[in-house]
T-cell receptor, first 116, second 115 residues
Framework: AQTVTQSQPEMSVQEAETVTLSCTYD???????LFWYKQPPSRQMILVIRQEAYKQQNATENRFSVNFQKAAKSFSLKISDSQLGDAAMYFC?????????????FGKGTLLTVNP | KAGVTQTPRYLIKTRGQQVTLSCSPISGHRSVSWYQQTPGQGLQFLFE???????NKGNFPGRFSGRQFSNSRSEMNVSTLELGDSALYLC??????????????FGSGTQLSVL
């Protein structure tokens, strides 16, 4: 079974600084998708960034970028120039590309605090 | 365009009762999936519907069921509620299988408390 592990229950960062959130996963599949979702106090899960496993190039979305290491099964999220609005729970998620693309396996989450 | 709408926002029930939660997907989206979020177990996949058919089901007992209507709106039902069913239930919608660069869009959830 696929598993996703986020080893940092909590992280904090100073406003305007950079922070990296860690995620490792376990799968026997060769093709899959990885995601980072953000859940603010409003509870709505918001997609931050998505990575296809077959793409070697790391995904980027404005201040958010990933370091995808397929051999090591590692998928970390880097947030640059952190803003107060970045404070939230961050979840790493995985889904195999075959079959349903919507059966996401989530990590336990990392609570990010941004200090002014 | 309106986002994914889940109703009600909060719900309080007692053990043994049943409950129905509703999810209206983004207009044009035909796939709906459901997740349960608890502090202990985290986020767990419940089931997924596309074109009124259940395509995938998570590892939950038969007390958890769902359906999808022709307008893509979905409901999930939990019968004979247990204390452990207290959770945030999240619904997500997407265009449907085979869509390029498919993305899931989540609602704000229904917070269910079982007393």
């Amino acid at each position: 079974a696929q598993t996703v592990t986020q080893s940092q229950p909590e992280m904090s960062v100073q406003e305007a600084e950079t922070v990296t959130l860690s995620c490792t996963y376990d799968t026997s599949e060769s093709d899959y998708y990885l995601f980072w979702y953000k859940q603010p106090p409003s509870r709505q899960m918001i997609l931050v960034i998505r990575q296809e496993a077959y793409k070697q190039q790391n995904a980027t979305e404005n201040r958010f970028s990933v370091n995808f290491q397929k051999a090591a099964k590692s998928f970390s999220l880097k947030i640059s120039d952190s803003q107060l609005g970045d404070a939230a729970m961050y979840f790493c998620a995985y889904t195999a590309s075959g079959g349903s693309n919507y059966k996401l396996t989530f990590g336990k989450g990392t609570l990010l605090t941004v200090n002014p | 365009k309106a986002g994914v709408t889940q109703t009600p926002r909060y719900l309080i029930k007692t053990r043994g009762q049943q409950v129905t939660l509703s999810c209206s997907p983004i207009s044009g989206h035909r796939s709906v999936s459901w997740y349960q979020q608890t502090p202990g177990q985290g986020l767990q996949f419940l089931f997924e519907y596309f074109s009124e058919t259940q395509r995938n089901k998570g590892n939950f007992p038969g007390r958890f069921s769902g359906r999808q209507f022709s307008n893509s709106r979905s409901e999930m039902n939990v019968s004979t509620l247990e204390l452990g069913d207290s959770a945030l239930y999240l619904c997500a919608s997407s265009l449907g299988p085979g869509q390029l660069n498919e993305k899931l869009f989540f609602g704000s959830g229904t917070q269910l408390s079982v007393l």
